[in-house]
């Protein structure tokens, strides 16, 4: 409980500071969590896209329902999510490796860097849902290998069968990278099914059930379109073009792709960018300005990598000795060798693991900016307690020894995130906020202007923040080529700006796109500048290219 206190205190703070800032990704969560609360739509996914389900924008909307459309409300379903995962983790863990390895573990998940923080934070879907829906699947399959084979259980192993069924499909709409953890839990129930099958009747229409009731957004929603618009189609697209992570870059090579996820991006996904880059800006992901992206090179971070990677392998040697020795003992739990079914979880928990960097390492997104884009292998720090349970079997090799090397490890660990945590609240005290935004808002509503043109990275975070009263469309392009319509994530804001012939242009200072307005024919009846952004204002219809009407 005081592990919880502490990482909601922690997380609070930095919501209130409305820390990290915005993004237009979240703030389309939060357009469609309004639009569910209002009752006006009801998505399966994401705007825009027919991949990553909208289960935090449901959370998001009961938020608004009670406490009104705000940054804050949107942001703390996330919080929940994550208090939840840890309460999982902990009871995972504890199965697992026993009461110490599990404090040791949720305790240092309770702490984290910048990245870590704006990840955990920030509702763009994926982050909460991986950790908390791959535990789940974890925890659930071991309940179901570790029942003792006794008819007066089938209730409860049915129920356990049903809720892994639902966590399983509604994970997988609400994110594919859920699926190494679908796939090694599912081993586990296959065990389990397969060793007690006389005493679980109906098994199968139990895990039918759950895998359906988990499914139906996704089912729903494919069905009423054509099979190259379905969610399956875009997932498997999207993973062969290298997500959004790449913007427009081209990977080096498979070579890069790994020595870049071992050197840098395993750093980030477990803490470790608080002491490799501690005075840079945080590395954070698209949709961010002044996004930073870290060398690759450094030394710290490689380090921290590899050692991450060594005791992952340490874990699953360990689990490969105790299959070979044969030793493992149902009634066991806390001494001497792990029971069978503590040992085939374990190594489930290291192979999801050991699965979701592959991917990312065989994906291109590693190659361009592998620091900015580790939310894809978020999953693997549901393994944070096989990684401390291989730090606590060192004092078995050499107890003297291995005792030392294991809190000098732990300690350097908790410090780090400790340090992680301080340069969070560094960075959320200086800004950037949501302020520069609202003061841009109130002077387009003083000036009377409720449409406006502007960057995909812009426009839906003003259409959120002012509540729909100023609606927003994204304008592609810059001096090469003119200004042309971009990506509207909801299309009927574009309707809307297009309609009204004095929407203004409202882009950065420093955006090349207002040197195209500049040079353009057309009348601008204001022109001014409100915290660094330049506004616009025709006296005429001026098309989005930059050309008066005739």
């Not at 991986?130 to 290998?145: D, Y």
């Not at 996704?218 to 993973?239: C, F, H, K, Q």
């Amino acid at each position: 409980m005081l592990i919880l206190i502490v990482a909601a205190a922690v997380r609070v703070g930095l919501l209130i500071l409305e820390w990290p800032a915005s993004n237009s990704d979240e703030a389309t969560m939060g357009i469609m969590a309004m639009h569910i609360a209002e009752g006006r739509h009801f998505p399966s996914f994401m705007y825009g896209q027919s991949y990553m389900g909208t289960a935090e924008a449901y959370l998001a909307a009961a938020a608004f329902w009670v406490f009104g459309p705000s940054l804050v409300a949107l942001r703390v379903p996330m919080l929940l999510l994550f208090l939840l995962f840890l309460t999982a983790m902990y009871v995972l863990a504890r199965r697992l490796y026993g009461t110490s390895v599990a404090l040791v573990s949720v305790g240092l998940l309770a702490l984290g860097s910048r990245e870590l923080y704006g990840h955990q934070l920030v509702a763009q879907g994926a982050i909460p849902e991986t950790l908390l829906a791959g535990t789940l699947l974890l925890l659930l399959g071991h309940r179901l290998l570790d029942t003792p084979e006794n008819p007066s259980h089938a209730s409860a192993q049915r129920w356990r069968l049903v809720g892994w069924g639902v966590a399983a499909t509604l994970g997988l709409w609400s994110t594919v990278l859920i699926a190494p953890f679908v796939l090694t839990s599912a081993a586990l129930v296959w065990i389990a099914l397969r060793q007690r099958a006389a005493v679980i009747p109906g098994r199968w229409w139990a895990l039918g059930a759950g895998l359906l009731i988990g499914a139906a957004p996704w089912i729903a929603y494919d069905l009423s379109r054509p099979w190259r618009d379905s969610g399956v189609v875009s997932v498997v697209n999207m993973y062969l073009s290298g997500g959004t992570g790449l913007n427009g870059q081209q990977s080096p090579g498979l070579a890069a792709q790994v020595i870049n996820t071992v050197t840098t991006s395993l750093s980030y996904v477990t803490g470790g960018s608080a002491i490799a880059h501690p005075n840079s800006p945080p590395a954070l992901y698209f949709g961010y300005p002044g996004s930073w992206h870290p060398p690759t090179d450094d030394i710290p971070s490689t380090l921290w990598g590899v050692a991450v990677l060594v005791l992952w392998a340490m874990g699953v040697a360990t689990c490969i000795r105790v299959l070979r020795n044969r030793r493992a003992a149902p009634d066991q739990r806390n001494g001497g060798e792990p029971s069978r079914a503590q040992n085939y979880t374990r190594l489930a928990m290291l192979i999801a693991a050991g699965l979701t960097v592959v991917a990312f390492a065989a994906s291109p997104t590693p190659g361009v900016a592998p620091a900015n884009n580790f939310r894809y292998i978020i999953g693997a720090v549901i393994a944070t307690p096989a990684v401390v349970g291989a730090l606590w079997g060192l004092r078995s090799v050499a107890p003297r020894l291995g005792g030392i090397v294991r809190n000098a490890v732990l300690a350097i660990v908790a410090l780090t995130l400790v340090l992680g945590t301080a340069q969070a609240y560094r960075d959320a005290s200086q800004g950037p906020t949501e302020a520069a935004r609202r003061q841009l808002l109130d002077a387009l509503r003083s000036d009377g202007v409720t449409h406006v043109y502007s960057g995909y990275l812009e426009c839906n975070r003003l259409t959120f923040l002012s509540g729909e009263k100023v609606i927003c469309a994204v304008l592609f392009g810059g001096p090469a080529d003119g200004l042309h319509p971009g990506l509207d994530r909801y299309l009927p804001y574009r309707t809307a700006v297009q309609a009204d012939p004095r929407a203004a242009y409202v882009f950065r200072s420093d955006d090349s796109r207002n040197t195209v307005l500049a040079s353009s024919d057309c009348q601008w009846e204001k022109h001014r500048r409100v915290a660094g952004y330049d506004v616009w204002q025709p006296a005429d219809r001026c098309l989005p290219s930059g050309r008066q009407t005739p």
